[in-house]
């Protein structure tokens, strides 16, 4: 049977606020244990929650940027449960009237693109963290994390393939940092994701029973925990079973999903109005001052880049994944001579394959744009050869020096003077009789190698334009 | 000494005539002497009063006094103090220590007023008798085998029977007003949000409200013009200017028109308070004000309304107490996660306070949270309505305070339902947010009955006022009960 998949995303994405949601503690990451937790987070007796108004101002900005519609009053819910790392014994939430709902989200999707709706998106708090291992038969409870904004983003299922939702998982994450709301840093837990997954016949309305995934804190484990839950459920189907109705877990380290609790057993949450909190207002004045503050986003970008610098779609879409490479590349351009082509490729390629020699970010990259630019303009001088520059960039990464430094010191500099590759060539032509005769008479694929032992002789540092013209002439006298 | 008012102590603490320390000193052999019969200390703070006292006269020496400095008071032991057992009356917090003060404590230390200590409330502020604390009942100074109302009963025992010439008190449904009429005091809850919530214990979050218990209206307005403000911890807390209640007392008071909803005199009150009530609303005829009669129809709804409401946010408030990071935690430690909160909880809290934990959790229960939660909140909008229409016609409304007098202790402890319909006069102005006042305005039976007084939003000082002119012409709230003369 032709089976069609349907997903939505759940994204939990930390607000990077000074503070957290409800109190005045710090939400800085790493800290000892407990150390960041105040009465407010440790759940006190008499204790009450105050609204940190920044954490509505970058969820509203969220929203703007994904064409939310933004509430202009939307109410905090207690979501009640148990559990030790939940101090008040409820979670405050949004349930009924969450801050922004009803927009999307352009997917780049290799050359096509697809639009995903957004359902919505809510504030709330975190909890705090249970640590089960490093305590002999107890459990540790670090607080710290309680009370840390979240944004929870919901997707509508309309999601068809893992692939799809890593795409849309990629798409918020670049835009949560764009907004400059997120660290999104994933290792510390600051994205999450659930997924809902179901299948169905294709061509059927009616939705399949759906599995949640949980614990999907990379985007490769979001794709694969999809694929392995799919595959899961069509064995299942196939076999003439039914789905049933569950939260899994996936196991990176197993690399498979297993039952969590079923949700007939989970917990009636008693969502309610939390009285201690007053309704969020949100003044249409507020909204056009975020406005002003949105940065440009990455589909506006990557349109720029493409009419601006005239970069293919896939140069675009890479060189904006990030607003960090963005703006790298723009210095760069900026700093240079060179065509925006040959920088991006730079970007693209040397740059960034440095960077994840050493897990670096580009905010870390040991080589600057301006002095990539300058190298890229000695390229465009003839002062030394691609080839040659991509040994001098590996020498500034390792720290050996600046451009002109390394270029003169290690005597890169391209030979293009007439005379000295006229020698080359007439070395060449004298060492290799049997290529120039086959070339004479043809065999024109020859011309390659000679040109090869050229550059080979020079050590690379002969200009591959000028050898290649005199070494024609000389072919053709 | 101990039967004059924090506004003749204050002038007696001005002119030298006796010192705080002396006063605190008095009050504290009083409480010695007197609390043992009548339980309405949980904590006597004495060796903190005696400093708070010592500085409190430096200030007034100093001329830096404000007009409660050096006054003896004590808080329901709902309010968090730094340092000092606060335990809601709960086994479950016996042993807690607050880390911090509440708003209203800081507030009234910074005032310079001097706590005695904590006083005995119902267990998490859930009863109307003082019966659910875990330190045992208060008696009521008038009769030792009645109750004193509750919750805020420790409060207003100790202010009727002299212990103390003020105490804090918590009113959610009623548990500022109904002890204060069952003590013969004087009662005040503020307007929802007038007093920050900061620290004080909830209950019911939208429902709760500070307030005071003091032998007049004089004195509940010194109290209050230090208790109320905005508070930044507080959400709900109103940002409107405070008034200086205790200069407005004065102003002119005629031209008062006070609406009195006949339906509260039906068969549901007692006759003989009824009479009473009765004669008071002549007397504030005479004072000059109109009455004028009019209706309000939901008030047979509060009672089942609030007892929706109220739980419901109570069992989400107690979840915090789960022996994990304070409070009680059962010595029996075995088993899994779910059998650890079952032990704690079922151990550390009393049988009215799981009561309403239980009706909470099923009324906000998935399939039962429409018929149950939100209809009741219909119905809070309802009664809402009931007293802004009525306000549009009249000032204020006048009533009783509670059906009948003081009743026996046992008498009603294992009927649920006969103990809340204690709290039917109380109840509406907390569903809709409105400040009300309790005052003494006659005897049945030797036992005082009160006379409670609504106004609309932010009128304390209106209600304060009348109230303040009927004790003027009255005796009723100087009146005092034997043994404690």
């Known amino acids: ?477 | 000494m101990h039967n004059r008012t924090l506004a003749q102590l204050a002038a007696a603490l001005r002119s030298r005539e006796v010192s705080s320390v002396e006063l605190t000193q008095y009050c504290l052999d009083r409480i010695a002497r007197l609390d043992d019969e009548l339980n309405a200390f949980i904590t006597v703070t004495a060796e903190q009063a005696l400093m708070q006292a010592a500085a409190a006269d430096q200030r007034i020496a100093d001329g830096e006094a404000s007009p409660l400095t050096g006054l003896p008071i004590a808080h329901k032991d709902i309010f968090c103090t730094a340092g000092v057992k606060t335990s809601c009356a709960s086994k479950m917090l016996d042993n807690f220590i607050s880390p911090y003060d509440a708003t209203v404590v800081a507030r009234l230390e910074r005032a310079g007023a001097v706590m005695l200590g904590k006083t005995n409330m119902d267990e998490f502020a859930m009863g109307s008798s003082n019966e659910t604390s875990y330190y045992g009942p208060v008696h009521n100074p008038w009769d030792h085998a009645l109750v004193p109302g509750g919750s805020s009963g420790g409060s207003a025992a100790a202010v009727a029977a002299r212990l103390v010439p003020g105490a804090t008190g918590t009113d959610t449904g009623g548990s500022v007003r109904q002890p204060a009429a069952l003590v013969g005091i004087t009662g005040l809850k503020p307007t929802y949000g007038r007093v920050s919530r900061y620290g004080m214990i909830a209950f019911a979050s939208s429902l709760d409200q500070a307030g005071t218990l003091t032998r007049s209206a004089a004195d509940a307005a010194l109290m209050l013009g230090v208790m109320a403000g905005h508070d930044e911890r507080d959400s709900t807390s109103l940002a409107d200017p405070v008034p200086d209640y205790a200069a407005e007392l004065e102003q002119a008071w005629d031209g008062l028109t006070i609406g009195v909803p006949e339906n509260f005199f039906d068969a549901g009150l007692d006759q003989n308070n009824a009479a009473c009530v009765r004669q008071a609303l002549g007397e504030l005829e005479k004072l000059g004000a109109k009455l004028k009669r009019i209706e309000l129809n939901n008030v047979h709804l509060s009672v089942p309304a609030y007892y929706v409401v109220a739980p419901a946010e109570a069992s989400s408030n107690l979840s915090r107490f789960d022996g994990v990071r304070f409070g009680f935690r059962s010595e029996q430690q075995s088993g899994n996660l779910a059998e650890f909160y079952e032990r704690n909880r079922g151990e550390g809290f009393g049988a009215e306070v799981k009561r309403r934990i239980l009706t909470g959790t099923y009324v906000l229960s998935a399939g039962y949270y429409d018929a149950y939660y939100l209809q009741a909140q219909k119905v809070r909008q309802l009664i809402s309505d009931d007293f802004a229409r009525a306000f549009a016609e009249v000032d204020l409304v006048a009533g009783p305070t509670t059906p009948t007098p003081a009743f026996s202790l046992g008498q009603k402890s294992n009927d649920p339902i006969q103990m809340y319909l204690n709290d039917i006069y109380t109840i509406g102005a907390n569903l809709a947010g409105l400040p009300a006042i309790s005052v003494p305005c006659g005897f049945v039976e030797a036992l005082p009955v009160g006379l409670q007084l609504i106004g609309p939003h932010l009128s304390e000082t209106v209600l304060l006022r009348t109230a303040h002119q009927f004790q003027l012409a009255t005796d009723w709230h100087q009146r005092v009960p034997a043994g404690y003369a």
Request: glycine content about 8%.
């Open chain 1, 1 to 477: 049977m032709d089976w069609e998949v349907v997903i939505g995303l759940e994204i939990h994405t930390q607000l990077n606020t000074q503070s957290k949601i409800f109190s005045g503690a710090s939400t800085r990451y790493g800290a000892t244990p407990n150390s960041q937790a105040c009465l407010v987070d440790l759940g006190y007796p008499g204790v009450l929650p105050v609204l940190n108004r920044e954490a509505v101002n970058m969820a509203v900005k969220f929203g703007l940027a994904t064409h939310c519609k933004i509430a202009p009053r939307s109410i905090f819910a207690r979501k009640n449960y148990f559990y030790p790392d939940l101090p008040k014994g409820y979670q405050i939430s949004q349930y009924e009237l969450p801050i922004v709902y009803a927009g999307y989200v352009d997917v780049v999707l290799g050359d096509t693109s697809k639009r995903i709706g957004i359902t919505r998106a809510h504030l709330e708090e975190d909890a705090g963290k249970s640590l089960h291992e490093d305590f002999r038969g107890m459990s540790g409870i670090d607080l710290n994390r309680a009370g840390t904004p979240l944004l929870e983003i919901v997707s509508e299922p309309e999601l068809r393939s893992a692939t799809e939702a890593g795409a849309y998982m990629r798409t918020i994450h670049t835009l949560v940092r764009y907004l400059g709301i997120s660290d999104g840093n994933m290792q510390e837990g600051s994205f999450r994701c659930d997924a809902n997954v179901s299948i169905r016949p294709r061509g059927a309305t009616k939705l399949g029973t759906r599995a949640e995934l949980k614990n999907l804190n990379s985007f490769r484990f979001v794709e694969r925990a999809i694929e392995h839950e799919v595959e899961r459920q069509i064995d299942i189907l196939e076999g003439g079973g039914a789905v049933a109705q569950e939260t899994r877990l996936y196991d990176s380290d197993r690399d498979e999903t297993r039952p969590m609790r079923s949700k007939e057993e989970a917990n009636d949450y008693r969502y309610f109005p939390d009285p201690d909190l007053l309704p969020v207002l949100v003044e249409e004045t507020l909204i056009e001052k975020l406005r002003l503050e949105l940065p440009e986003l990455p589909d506006a970008k990557r349109a720029r880049f493409v009419a601006d610098y005239e970069l293919p779609a896939y140069d675009a879409e890479l060189l904006t994944a990030s607003r960090a490479t963005a703006d790298y590349y723009e210095q760069l351009v900026t700093h240079t001579r060179a065509t925006p082509k040959i920088a991006a490729n730079w970007v693209i390629g040397e740059l960034t394959a440095a960077l994840n020699r050493e897990a670096l970010d580009i905010e870390d990259s040991k080589v600057a744009p301006e002095v990539l630019g300058e190298l890229l303009d000695e390229i465009e001088n003839g002062t030394i050869s691609g080839k040659i520059a991509k040994e001098v960039f590996e020498a500034i990464w390792r720290g050996e020096g600046d451009v002109k430094e390394i270029i003169a010191s290690q005597g890169l500099e391209q030979i293009s003077d007439t005379a000295s590759i006229e020698a080359l060539v007439d070395a060449a032509i004298a060492k290799y009789p049997l290529q120039v005769q086959q070339f004479r008479e043809g065999k024109t694929q020859v011309l390659g190698f000679l040109i090869g032992q050229i550059m080979q002789a020079s050590q690379g540092k002969a200009n591959p334009q000028q050898v290649n013209a005199v070494l024609r002439a000389k072919l053709a006298e």
